[in-house]
């Protein structure tokens, strides 16, 4: 019977999504214009990127994130930017568990942004992302210490030409044990420690629901030092809606109270696996955050 009760509940509940968010329309969605919307490229990486470019735009979506300078043509021909864009390819040894903490691989970081930066500039693009790096046995003052002394060295590149570094913060917990740059508060004062407006943190709602939650009293008590928020379903990274732990439109509320003009990220990765399933649920999610 429980057997049958959850299957005639999950069937009725997707014909709803699918029926009323469709993606395919050729008509914009009419927004609220509080937030803007964006969306991480890997999560939809399945879908041919014009396809998707032209579905963000009817949907709404004036950004397809964690994009690269060989990607941005294609999104400026839809009228779309990349809200938080990275490198094509990172330098040899570096990448999430080996990055900014790490002082081997300061010359090799330091020479990849020098080029990168000025190439956002030129597409548009005004924040990328970057690491921490893992911990490795690095104490938390060590870790600020290493990335601040890398920092300044590429600050100067990023005031002159109006492009800001933002650090991503993951969930040492689950998804990225290890990872040192792992909650607001090292995030932060990190951020006081390099000293410029053109170095903030990349808001991971997800991953900040597994190491501390709280985002509300965060996003009014750090916020001068987050550029950018993604968001994702807790606790599997997949749909933004009932099913999960996390209310976004709460959140999405407060963090426009606090004065926030950038970007929500949806950064989850969706249930269905055809096109127009997958559109729907980013479709979905735009809504849920536009509050």
């Known amino acids: 019977m429980l057997k049958k009760t959850a299957s005639a509940a999950t069937a009725a509940a997707l014909p709803t999504i699918g029926s009323t968010l469709d993606a395919s329309a050729s008509a914009p969605l009419k927004l609220k214009g509080n937030i803007k919307h964006s969306v991480s490229r890997w999560c939809f990486g399945s879908i041919p990127l014009d396809e998707f470019a032209q579905a963000c735009?009817?949907?709404?979506?004036?950004?397809?994130?964690?994009?690269?300078?060989?990607?941005?043509?294609?999104?400026?021909?839809?009228?779309?930017?990349?809200?938080?864009?990275?490198?094509?390819?990172?330098?040899?040894?570096?990448?999430?568990?080996?990055?900014?903490?790490?002082?081997?691989?300061?010359?090799?970081?330091?020479?990849?942004?020098?080029?990168?930066?000025?190439?956002?500039?030129?597409?548009?693009?005004?924040?990328?992302?970057?690491?921490?790096?893992?911990?490795?046995?690095l104490d938390d003052y060590q870790g600020i210490l290493n990335c601040q002394k890398v920092l300044k060295r590429i600050m100067p590149t990023a005031e002159k030409?109006?492009?800001?570094?933002?650090?991503?913060?993951?969930?040492?917990?689950?998804?990225?044990?290890?990872?040192?740059?792992?909650?607001?508060?090292?995030?932060?004062?990190?951020?006081?420690?390099?000293?410029?407006?053109?170095?903030?943190?990349?808001?991971?709602?997800?991953?900040?629901?597994?190491?501390?939650?709280?985002?509300?009293?965060?996003?009014?008590?750090?916020?001068?030092?987050?550029?950018?928020?993604?968001?994702g379903g807790m606790p599997n990274r997949t749909e933004i809606d009932d099913r999960q732990e996390i209310y976004y439109p709460a959140i999405v509320k407060a963090i426009v109270a606090t004065g926030y003009k950038g970007y929500i990220g949806q950064e989850f990765v969706p249930t269905p696996k055809d096109k127009e399933g997958m559109l729907a649920s980013l479709k979905q999610g735009v809504l849920i955050c536009d509050v």
């Open 57 to 137: 735009k009817n949907i709404g979506i004036e950004s397809i994130e964690l994009t690269g300078p060989s990607e941005w043509p294609t999104l400026a021909k839809y009228g779309l930017t990349s809200a938080l864009g990275q490198a094509d390819k990172w330098p040899d040894g570096t990448g999430l568990t080996s990055f900014f903490n790490n002082p081997r691989n300061h010359d090799k970081l330091v020479g990849l942004y020098e080029e990168l930066i000025p190439q956002a500039k030129a597409a548009g693009v005004t924040n990328l992302i970057c690491f921490s790096g893992n911990r490795n046995g």
């Open 161 to 231: 030409n109006g492009v800001t570094l933002t650090m991503e913060l993951l969930s040492s917990r689950h998804s990225h044990p290890d990872y040192q740059c792992d909650t607001v508060q090292w995030g932060a004062a990190l951020c006081e420690a390099v000293g410029s407006e053109r170095f903030k943190l990349l808001y991971d709602i997800f991953h900040m629901q597994s190491m501390h939650g709280d985002h509300i009293r965060n996003a009014q008590r750090y916020g001068q030092y987050i550029s950018h928020y993604h968001t």
